[in-house]
């Protein structure tokens, strides 16, 4: 034990041991830095520091410089055995002519992939929108970093990232973010998050082979997730419906005005949800009728008005001091929370899977079912391509709907010349459209709206019936037909006095018999 010891205290000594697990053992603290030189391996060493801190290291030359690499700190996992195993693939790396200390060197000044993400935000995105730049960084501190943020940028495969895409599709980085006073963002994840980040990353990569710090980008070629597009067209009974509610919801002040003018607007325009809510009265070219955006999606762009949505526009009061067209509650903003007006406007029509930008498809699509071509649809949506646009061919289909009539019409005669052929396609379809409403495209601006719209207190004023007996008719149902307008309870004065007809009608009946 004397002589291991003994062995162990050599110092920068010229004569070498064989480290094993014995040797490190009994090492102690001497108040000296000191270093052990391996009898078997050339290069291999322990060194002890003062305190007694036992380091495994390999010492090489290359290229005339003498040069000392750290394996690591005795502990797991660097054991005396492991320490060895290193040092002799070390040994093979200067064989080969690559320095093993500068590599460590480079690994540790290469970016990580948190750093690349900043970087990419900070000089990537200069000349993109801030709208684009904000779901950049959403989709990297939200799903990126947490999952890839400390890897390196060169150690990325694409099997690491077809784990991204998966990982962010299961929900694993689902968190709830407090985002300022009393507001909370809902991180859910999903296989549309995942394809957003998927893409996100990939033009981080992008720009990293741009600037040389990577050869290649791995992103290239994985396959997201199959895309739902979501097309939902308002036939004219559920316009006509959802302009009944607007204009009830008006008149009863359970909405504010504003909120349910952008509805309007939106519906008679086709334009964007943001480009309606921060829309300025000096964009309005009230002479040519028309907006003048400075900015949208697809740029600065000119949007034609009907004189509907002109008429929906100038009816807005003006706030002074506010250059918004729909004044928000603040002073100086615009209306900026219209979700929440939506969902109750639209559970009151009946319209509960519709969503804000579905009005933009509406509008497209009655100008395909009236005859306008792709390319005006086009224009006056301010699409920028024509594959946008050619969603909505299927509506605008007449010349085909049309031979394919002909040729059925030829074929059915000669199958069964005796079979009474009914009418044209146009014919049919008259037929079988719904007429309960006299469907026109007018309710929608809520200026031309044949009920009147009663709260439960001025409809029992009406038909001489008590407030309580109004709720209890309610509870049994079998009371007047009513609809609920956010949290009020309304009844169309047609209705109502129909019911009310109905309900003499059906005493006299009783009395007579």
């Given at each position: 034990m004397e002589t291991t010891l003994a062995k162990a205290n050599l110092i920068m000594a010229d004569r070498s041991v064989r480290i094993n697990k014995r040797l490190i053992d009994s090492i102690k603290p001497t108040g000296?830095?000191?270093?052990?030189?391996?009898?078997?391996?050339?290069?291999?060493?322990?060194?002890?520091?003062?305190?007694?801190?036992?380091?495994?290291?390999?010492?090489?030359?290359?290229?005339?410089?003498?040069?000392?690499?750290?394996?690591?700190?005795?502990?797991?996992?660097?054991?005396?055995?492991?320490?060895r195993l290193e040092a002799k693939r070390l040994v093979g790396l200067v064989a080969e002519g690559i320095d093993p200390q500068q590599t460590k060197f480079d690994e540790r000044a290469e970016l990580s992939v948190a750093e690349l993400c900043d970087l990419y935000l900070a000089e990537g995105l200069l000349t993109r929108k801030e709208s684009s730049i904000s779901a950049a960084r959403s989709d990297i501190e939200h799903h990126v970093k947490p999952l890839l943020g400390l890897r390196r940028v060169s150690s990325l495969s694409r099997a690491d990232l077809e784990g991204l895409l998966r990982d962010v599709a299961a929900g694993k980085?689902?968190?709830?973010?407090?985002?300022?006073?009393?507001?909370?963002?809902?991180?859910?994840?999903?296989?549309?998050?995942?394809?957003?980040?998927?893409?996100?990353?990939?033009?981080?990569?992008?720009?990293?082979v741009s600037r040389g710090l990577r050869a290649n980008n791995p992103a290239i070629g994985i396959r997201k997730y199959p895309s739902k597009k979501i097309e939902r067209f308002l036939s004219p009974a559920e316009l006509a419906r959802l302009g009944q509610v607007l204009a009830s919801a008006s008149s009863l002040g359970v909405e504010s005005p504003f909120a349910l003018a952008a509805i309007r607007i939106l519906m008679l325009t086709g334009c964007r949800k943001n480009e309606i809510l921060t829309l300025k009265r000096a964009h309005v070219d009230h002479y040519h009728r028309c907006l003048r955006l400075p900015d949208s999606k697809t740029g600065s762009k000119i949007v034609h008005l009907g004189?509907?949505?002109?008429?929906?526009?100038?009816?807005?009061?003006?706030?002074?001091?506010?250059?918004?067209?729909?004044?928000?509650k603040a002073d100086g903003t615009h209306v900026t929370d219209l979700q929440a007006c939506w969902e109750r406007i639209r559970a009151a029509a009946g319209l509960d899977d519709v969503r804000i930008h579905d009005l933009r498809h509406s509008f497209?699509?009655?100008?395909?079912?009236?005859?306008?071509?792709?390319?005006?649809?086009?224009?006056?949506?301010?699409?920028?391509?024509?594959?946008t646009t050619a969603r909505y061919t299927h509506l605008s289909d007449h010349p085909l709907k049309s031979a394919a009539d002909r040729i059925a019409d030829a074929i059915a005669s000669f199958l069964d010349p005796d079979e009474l052929q009914p009418g044209s396609a146009a014919e049919i379809r008259a037929q079988t459209s719904p007429s309960?409403?006299?469907?026109?495209?007018?309710?929608?601006?809520?200026?031309?709206?044949?009920?009147?719209?009663?709260?439960?207190?001025?409809?029992?004023?009406?038909?001489?019936?008590?407030?309580?007996?109004?709720?209890?008719?309610?509870?049994?149902?079998?009371?007047?037909?009513?609809?609920?307008?956010?949290?009020?309870?309304?009844?169309?004065?047609?209705?109502?006095?129909?019911?009310?007809?109905?309900?003499?009608?059906?005493?006299?009946?009783?009395?007579?018999?």
């Open positions: 000296k830095d000191r270093l052990i030189r391996d009898a078997d391996l050339l290069g291999f060493g322990a060194r002890v520091s003062a305190l007694g801190l036992i380091t495994y290291v390999f010492q090489y030359r290359f290229e005339g410089r003498q040069r000392r690499y750290k394996i690591g700190t005795h502990g797991s996992p660097w054991t005396p055995e492991m320490a980085t689902a968190k709830t973010v407090k985002q300022g006073k009393r507001r909370l963002a809902r991180v859910r994840g999903g296989k549309g998050a995942a394809n957003s980040t998927l893409t996100t990353l990939s033009a981080a990569l992008g720009f990293a004189m509907a949505a002109m008429r929906a526009i100038e009816a807005i009061p003006e706030v002074a001091g506010n250059p918004y067209l729909l004044p928000g497209a699509s009655v100008g395909a079912a009236s005859g306008d071509s792709m390319l005006i649809i086009g224009a006056l949506l301010g699409h920028s391509s024509p594959k309960e409403h006299n469907l026109s495209l007018s309710p929608v601006l809520g200026s031309v709206i044949m009920a009147k719209w009663l709260d439960t207190r001025a409809a029992a004023a009406r038909i001489g019936f008590s407030v309580g007996t109004m709720q209890t008719y309610r509870w049994m149902g079998t009371g007047p037909t009513f609809r609920k307008i956010g949290r009020r309870v309304v009844y169309a004065t047609e209705e109502l006095d129909a019911w009310v007809a109905a309900q003499a009608s059906a005493a006299s009946e009783n009395l007579a018999a």
